[in-house]
């Protein structure tokens, strides 16, 4: 049986929690915290989460545990048989990624654990996510999901990205992001509906307090 380590509060683990609950692929959860020790870096090369246990040994990034998911398990298809169809599913993960997550992600301190940014790069996550929003509406077709009537690995992206990109503008840049593109706002109703992300809330609620705690200890 496969082994999702790490946390119910990443949200990078959240998204490869939700493509295998929604093939339907059995799973063990184990807690697992990203660090520099040599039992962590033993496991994950860069130290981070989630990581994939298989027969074959371990898998870290999420995009390509994504993919070997994908690759290897029967169930629901996260991504589209045809060649271009499926290149721009992976297209629209690459733009997630690095055009709103990680800048978001930039200001994840002051948004979620009271720790200041810097004015500079603020500044900077503001511009990145802007432009990374007016990507996402032009290139996605919301329609109703961004790759088109199927549910996608670039839904599963989006929705553990676009909700903490919105957050921080809201939290720190002052900024509604979802009026920059009115379609992710209804595309992330639409996915908070999805029955399988019911669970993956509780389980994150449920891990935050501990989470929280550990944070302020490392503070």
């Given amino acids: 049986m ?9 949200n990078y683990y959240n998204m490869v929690k939700l493509a295998l609950l929604e093939k339907g692929v059995p799973f063990e959860e184990v807690q697992f915290f990203s660090g520099q020790t040599s039992q962590t870096l033993a496991v994950s090369p860069r130290g981070k989460v989630p990581v994939l246990e298989t027969e074959h040994g371990f898998l870290s990034e999420t995009s390509v545990i994504l993919e070997y998911i994908e690759q290897t398990q029967s169930g629901k298809a996260l991504l589209p048989a045809d060649p271009f169809a499926r290149a721009k599913v992976r297209e629209l993960m690459k733009e997630i990624e690095l055009y709103i997550e990680l800048p978001a992600r930039s200001c994840y301190g002051e948004a979620f654990f009271g720790m200041p940014t810097e004015p500079l790069i603020k500044e900077k996550a503001r511009t990145e996510l802007l432009a990374g929003f007016a990507t996402l509406k032009r290139n996605g077709r919301f329609a109703p999901y961004l790759a088109g009537s199927e ?7 989006f929705v553990f990205s676009v909700d903490l990109a919105v957050a921080v503008g809201k939290k720190v840049l002052n900024l509604d992001l979802l009026a920059e593109c009115a379609e992710a706002g209804t595309l992330l109703a639409k996915l908070g509906e999805n029955g399988h992300m019911a669970k993956i809330q509780a389980d994150k609620d449920a891990a935050m307090p501990a989470f929280l705690e550990m944070m302020r200890a490392r503070k």
Avoid at 2 to 10: A, D, E
Avoid at 151 to 157: C, G, K, S, Y
Wanted: charged share 10%.
């Fill in 151 to 157: 549910l996608t690995l670039a839904d599963v992206m």
């Fill in 2 to 10: 496969l082994k999702l380590h790490g946390f119910p509060v990443s």
